[in-house]
């Protein structure tokens, strides 16, 4: 078996950094220049400093929230899902009778729905003669017809309900 030796420099990750020494001489000059303006323009350095506190502030509530959330998060997906399994395992399938009942309350609804659009139809034609009655006020009998109508309207549906109520 052959080897293949490969002459490449080592990639450090520090290599391109300048040596220690010059980097806190650079540290130390930017805080030299930084505290020189801060004793020039005080009420600047005052709304600095506290800024940066605020950013800090936020940062850290930031991170705090993030830590709290994961860990709540971490910490319950356990229970829950020992509590979905557990339901899933207990979980029975309905019954016929369940099924039954299900089935005739849908009917019912329907049935529910289908009333009220009767209801509302009824109504809408119920007041239609009186709305003709107002417009043609001058023919007395179309305004003696519509309202002998709209009386034996109402009469003959209470009738009927009651009869198929008894």
């Known amino acids: ?3 293949i030796t490969l002459n490449l420099p080592l990639a450090l990750p520090w290599a391109s950094l300048p040596d220690s020494l010059d980097t806190l001489g650079s540290l130390a000059a930017q805080l030299q220049s930084a505290i020189t303006a801060a004793v020039s323009h005080p009420i600047r350095a005052i709304a600095a400093v506290v800024l940066t506190i605020t950013l800090l ?6 991170i705090k929230r993030a830590l709290k959330a994961g860990l709540t998060f971490v910490l319950k997906l356990p229970l829950a899902l020992s509590q979905w399994l557990w339901r899933r395992a207990t ?27 009767v209801v ?31 009386q034996a309207m109402p009469t003959v549906a209470t009738a009927k309900s009651q009869a198929d109520f008894n």
Not at 57 to 62: E, H, K, R, T, V
Not at 123 to 141: C, F, I, N, R
Request: charged share 25%; glycine share 0%.
């Open 57 to 62: 502030q936020i940062i850290a509530d930031l």
């Open 91 to 117: 979980m029975t399938p309905p019954t016929e009778e369940e099924v039954q009942i299900s089935q005739l309350m849908a009917r019912l609804d329907a049935l529910r729905q289908e009333q009220d659009q």
């Open 1 to 3: 078996m052959w080897l």
């Open 120 to 150: 509302a139809e009824i109504k809408s034609l119920l007041a239609l003669p009186k709305a003709v009655s107002t417009d043609l006020a001058t023919s007395d009998t179309i305004d003696s017809s519509a309202k002998a109508n709209a």
